[in-house]
């Protein structure tokens, strides 16, 4: 079964349009990677800043190993995460069947 992914994190809202388009710049290489099933990115119509990309995955599994990617050999160079104001949470979700 797959799982459902959110990455929410809070970046400064002056330089939301600079983090999009990091995003869009390495959401190709996400949509390639083994288990990824979708990826869209969310922007807070009140808080530019805040944005949430939703993720399908095909495990939980296999986003972790996504992650240690991005963490490692494909990491983008992209500063993104220096313009955080906070620490982004991860939150995995399981289809309730209803």
């Known amino acids: 079964m ?3 992914v959110l990455f929410d994190a809070h970046y400064q809202p002056d330089r939301a349009d600079e983090v ?3 995003f869009a710049a390495a959401l190709p290489a996400t949509r390639a990677f083994d288990g990824c099933l979708e990826v869209s990115v969310q922007q807070d119509q009140d808080d530019p800043g805040h944005i949430v990309l939703v993720e399908r995955w095909a495990s939980r599994e296999h986003h972790k190993a996504y992650m240690a990617w991005r963490t490692g050999e494909g990491a983008t160079g992209s500063d993104v995460g ?3 104001t906070a620490r982004p949470t991860i939150t ?3 289809d309730a069947g209803i």
Request: proline share 0%; charged share 10%; aromatic share 16%.
């Open 82 to 84: 220096t313009l955080m």
């Open 20 to 22: 999009i388009q990091a």
């Open 2 to 4: 797959s799982v459902l």
């Open 92 to 94: 995995y979700f399981d």
